[in-house]
């Protein structure tokens, strides 16, 4: 893949970044402060801390139904608890709030808490934050919920249903006034106990009707969103969502490279500064889409399986990558290639369940949290030198974590 185009996409996008974070932004009369918090559930206990990022304290604990997924809100106010086995989302208020100031953001901090309300629906899956609100898709009923995120702290909650046809593990997106939805296979013979598989996504209007033909997607899984754009994983290739289409978002397939070895991306993750896209290839490769370049995938080799990966919001052309040696791997996005890596847990098999507890990755202030479950820790790892600065001894298994923080002006 020629690099040039991604290159020149990422580092305008890196200018841009640097002109807003300019000396004198600031007026004289604020202060900056900062805070960062991590929310961790534990692999099999119904619980999720909150610990203070800067002396490890647990600031909160909070009892839940079942295991739970994490996710955090695109605002950083709200994370939330999807317990797939225990058919409910629980909502946490972080206590973390940005305001916007035009050449300033305010930061006020107050206490976390377990919010009143809650979503209940047969197997919770995936949770999908987007501008101020988030898209809730329940695997074993046939809808999905559109939840604005004021809405839930004003405790009267009104939402939007998407029905998704079938049930099935699937997803569904906001892009402006439409809805992109995953589509099962309604014709397929499944078991009792099975969902069918997916086979494409649909754009949906507010009415909730079907815009233009459905765009074939074979086994789609995974979603992320990147300026403008979402991307979904598919055994073709990955399927590219852009708005301002005749008939709502235009939708358009990049095919893998015929060269490329026999995979397919089923994890995606979106930059927040730059426009591009990071995927899993299989299990022991990773994929950087660029959906404008003329080669828009370039193939990225790891030694062993990868166990979790993220990208730095501060540092948008730094990716971590967890393998299963033990080893995390800094991928530069630009590069298109790992430049350095250092030995941080145990050897963690990718062999076994796929639910097995294995570390997870956060990404707070220039610092990486990588949860231990096998030792009842978070670790703390520094982002520039990869070396272990501290450690925070949590409870049980932690497993799920999500960072929240950052700083801005105090009056």
Known sequence: MRLSLIRNHLLASIVA??????????????????????????????????????????????????????????????????????????????????????????????????LPVTFEGRRPGHVVPHDDHVVLFYDRADKAEIVDE?????????????????????????????????????????????????????????????????????????????????????????????????DGPKLTMLPYPTDFPKAYTGTLLGGKAMQFFLGNYGDDKLVLIDPDAEQPYKLIELPTRRVDFQLDPAQPRNAYILTEDGDLHVLDVIKGETVKKAKVTEPYSKDGHWRDPRPRLAVADGQIAITDPRHSLVRVVDAETLKETRTIAVEGQPFSIVAVGGSGASH
């Open 150 to 246: 004021a809405d839930i702290f004003d405790g009267k909650v009104e939402m939007r249903i998407i029905d998704t046809i079938k049930p099935h593990h699937g997803v569904a997106v906001t892009m402006g006034r439409y809805v992109l939805v995953s589509v099962p296979n309604t014709e397929a013979e499944t078991k009792p106990d099975e969902l069918p598989p997916r086979i494409g996504l649909r754009v949906v209007d507010e009415k909730g009707s079907q815009v233009g033909q459905t765009a074939i997607c074979t086994d789609l899984h995974g979603e992320a969103t990147s300026a403008r754009l979402v991307a979904f994983g598919c055994k073709e290739g990955v399927l590219v969502a852009r708005p301002g289409g005749v």
């Open 17 to 114: 970044g640097i002109v807003f974070a300019a000396p004198g932004a600031f007026a004289e009369d604020h202060e900056t402060k900062e805070a960062w918090r991590l929310f961790v559930a534990d692999h099999t206990n119904p619980v999720v801390r909150v610990i203070n990022f800067d002396n490890g304290k647990e600031l909160g604990r909070y009892d839940v139904k079942g295991y739970a997924s994490l996710t955090a809100s695109a605002s950083g106010q709200t994370v939330f608890a999807a317990q797939t086995e225990a058919d409910v989302i629980h909502a946490i208020k972080t206590g973390i709030n940005f305001s916007d100031h035009g050449e300033h953001r305010d930061l006020e901090v107050s206490e976390p808490a377990l």
